[in-house]
Nanobody
Framework: VQLQASGGGLVQAGGYLRLSCKVS????????VAWFRQVPGKEREFVAV????????SYADSLEGRFAISADYAEFTVLLQMNRLNAEDTAVYYC???????????????????WGQGTQVTVSS
């Protein structure tokens, strides 16, 4: 399974971006797909996860209400809509896939078997 993240860029504070994670080499509904982010010198941080069935989502507490994860099954793509961005959202964003992340906790990055290459999001204040 391969994941390709895209959609990052430079945006002003208060703006929005939509990230995409294209899944290939497998069926999207076989995997829980999550987004993480990482700032240099800090640990990778869980952002959101969409269950393989598409009927369950979970978010980092600090992000719920501003970020929304969804899927376009026809395009084998998981989307992350990010609204009201601020400087603290600046990071490299990664998508990741797991067969069943709930067994060990979907917020743990070590449960994910497949990772995309990351896409840079920079929010200017």
């Amino acid at each position: 399974v391969q994941l390709q993240a895209s959609g990052g860029g430079l945006v002003q504070a208060g703006g929005y971006l939509r990230l995409s994670c294209k899944v290939s080499g497998g069926l999207l509904d076989d995997y829980d797909v999550a987004w993480f982010r990482q700032v240099p010198g800090k640990e990778r941080e869980f952002v959101a996860v969409l269950s393989w069935s598409g009927d369950s989502t979970s978010y980092a507490d600090s992000l719920e209400g501003r970020f929304a994860i969804s899927a376009d099954y026809a395009e084998f793509t998981v989307l992350l809509q990010m609204n009201r961005l601020n400087a603290e959202d600046t990071a490299v964003y990664y998508c990741a896939a797991s067969g069943r992340c709930s067994s060990h906790g979907c917020q743990n990055d070590w449960v994910y078997d497949y990772w995309g290459q990351g896409t840079q999001v920079t929010v200017s204040s």
